[in-house]
């Protein structure tokens, strides 16, 4: 039996719950905030306009469907299924957040507060999710596919983002490792040792933040993808040389056939992705990580 579609609605903590949470009360919260010169009101009217979308992206699944809800801080640990639809409510960056944990499912982006967002992502209204919903699940024709990125490690461990991978230190200590670019699975090519505050790989997606940053400060560098293109830039910030490490091989791009090699020289680094620090995959000394574009892309619905 074939089962019907299941609507996972995806949001994240509002800031006024996160200040009735940590405050105790709506009171306590409106105290703090007029000590930091900001006003509950707009807070809790920016809480209200959040769960109407909610309410009403709720109201507009059908009625045949199945329906599930996962707050941004559980991604992690929800298993989505392979007739999902996703819809998220919230910002441009919470899309990004769900996209790892997917494998092509379509997803619709609900903007729960227009004006306030780019609306690059979350691209809809409430208002429009009971069209959207039945598009969704009959294929999505149309639908944006975007490029995304992925790590694995030599252990196969796999870490997948929409807009970049930060490969480096978990603080701020300085990371070494020893960096490489080859085709594919197969070895890597010309290698150096390096100190630096660590390694940026993105997306189409990404241009214009991180890795975006990185490419106006360094003047240098490939020119930045589409998000729909199979092509990475990669960047490596603060790299120090030194008489065992050197800062020749700073920047660059990735083909889909390409990949970026990484071993550890350091006693601990972290990969994460999309700013996800809490789920990030741990690297010990003589680890190796290969970056690249990833076979799954974001379907993007509108």
Excluded at 180 to 209: F, L, M, N, W
Aim: proline share 4%; net charge neutral.
């Amino acid at each position: 039996m074939t089962l019907a579609p299941r609507a996972v609605v995806v949001h994240r903590t509002t800031e006024y719950e996160e200040l009735v949470t940590r405050h105790g009360t709506h009171g306590q919260a409106a105290f703090f905030l007029t000590t930091r010169g900001r006003d509950i009101d707009e807070v809790s009217g920016r809480h209200r306009r959040t769960r109407q979308a909610l309410t009403d992206v709720a109201a507009a699944v059908p009625l045949r469907w199945r329906s599930a809800r996962v707050e941004r801080a559980d991604l992690d640990r929800f298993l989505f299924g392979p007739e999902d639809v996703v819809v998220v409510v919230g910002q441009d960056g919470l899309v990004a957040n769900a996209a790892k944990y997917l494998s092509g499912q379509p997803v619709v982006g609900i903007d729960a507060e227009p004006g306030r967002n780019p609306g690059v992502l979350v691209r809809h209204r409430a208002a429009d999710a009971a069209k959207l919903l039945p598009h969704a699940a009959a294929g999505a024709a149309g639908a944006s596919e975007l490029t995304m990125v992925e790590a694995v490690t030599d252990d196969g461990q796999r870490l997948r983002a929409l807009n970049e991978i930060y490969i480096g230190a978990a603080g701020h200590q300085t990371a070494r490792y020893r960096i490489s670019s080859g085709a594919g699975q197969g070895a890597p090519g010309a290698s150096e040792a390096q100190a630096s505050s660590g390694v940026i790989v993105g997306t189409g997606a990404g241009a214009t933040g991180w890795l975006g940053s990185l490419r106006r400060q360094s003047g240098a560098g490939p020119r930045p993808p589409e998000p729909h293109e199979g092509r990475l830039l990669w960047f490596v910030r603060e790299a120090w040389a030194s008489p065992t490490t050197g800062t020749a091989l700073v920047h660059g791009e990735l083909t889909r056939d390409q990949r970026l090699w990484l071993t550890v020289e350091s006693d601990r680094l972290v990969a994460f992705g999309d700013g996800m620090e809490a789920d990030a995959l741990g690297l010990c000394w003589g680890q190796s990580v290969r970056v690249g574009v990833a076979d799954t892309a974001l379907r993007l619905v509108g």
